[in-house]
């Protein structure tokens, strides 16, 4: 069972420069979330989708974008990126059956931006 | 706006050392509150889900239990593999199915 698949693990940028992680998940999840987690902060929301081909802002979407074009597959995109970028990234899926929220979440994405 | 507060930012015990992690909300509707264990360098992994103030629930040597205000994580004699970082969220009714998480408890227990 792979569960949710991200890649790349581990990724130094330079101030500008734009990358896309990519999220895989093979439980058929409706619901998949990109979240960034630093210090002292917890996870903060992204982005997230509710199924194919829709998106949706959550507490910190300024600086990156989001794709969901097959139900399998969530893309989080940096166009430019900056220092405070700097985080790791984790995505998440679930399915929609409300009794039931839990996350399940990738091992995450390291990302430096110098 | 949903809040959840965890404390205490990080408790060190000895091996067989009980003790309890909190985790204080504040939500419009709670629909849900989720614990979760983080090991360095992995993602978050589930451990439980609570619904109503007086559920408890229990996995091992861990036992969650949820007032109208707050959520404990008890930890009865833990053991070194115990140590990871635990996380609480919320979903609410006015959040969109979206989970707030509180920031962790880094719990280290030591041989």
């Known amino acids: 069972n792979a569960g949710v698949t991200q890649t790349p693990k581990f990724r130094v940028l330079k101030t500008g420069q734009s990358m896309t992680l990519l999220c895989a998940q093979d439980?058929?999840?409706?619901?998949m979330y990109w979240y960034r987690q630093d210090p002292g902060m917890g996870l903060r929301l992204i982005h997230y989708?509710?199924?194919?081909?829709?998106?949706a802002k959550g507490e910190v979407p300024d600086g990156y974008n989001v794709s969901r074009l097959k139900k399998q597959n969530f893309l989080l995109g940096l166009e430019s990126a900056a220092p405070s970028q700097t985080s790791v990234y984790f995505c998440?899926?679930?399915?929609?059956?409300?009794?039931?929220?839990?996350?399940?979440f990738g091992s995450g994405t390291q990302l430096s931006v110098l | 706006e949903d809040q959840v507060t965890q404390s205490p930012e990080a408790l060190r015990l000895q091996e067989g050392e009980s003790s309890s992690l909190n985790c204080s909300y504040t939500?419009?509707?709670?629909?849900?509150l989720f614990w979760y264990r983080q090991d360095p360098g992995k993602g978050p992994e589930f451990l439980f889900t609570?619904?109503?103030a007086g559920e408890e629930k229990e996995k091992e040597r861990l036992k969650a239990t949820l007032t109208k205000k707050e959520s404990f994580l008890h930890i009865t004699a833990p053991k070194p593999e115990d140590s990871a970082t635990y996380l609480c969220?919320?979903?609410?009714?006015?959040?969109?199915?979206?989970?707030?998480f509180g920031s962790g408890t880094q719990l280290t227990v030591l041989p």
């Open positions: 939500v419009s509707g709670l629909r849900g």
């Open positions: 998440a899926s679930r399915g929609a059956d409300s009794y039931n929220e839990k996350l399940f």
């Open positions: 969220a919320v979903i609410s009714s006015g959040s969109a199915r979206q989970l707030t």
């Open positions: 439980m058929n999840h409706e619901y």
């Open positions: 989708s509710v199924g194919e081909g829709t998106t």
């Open positions: 609570l619904y109503s």
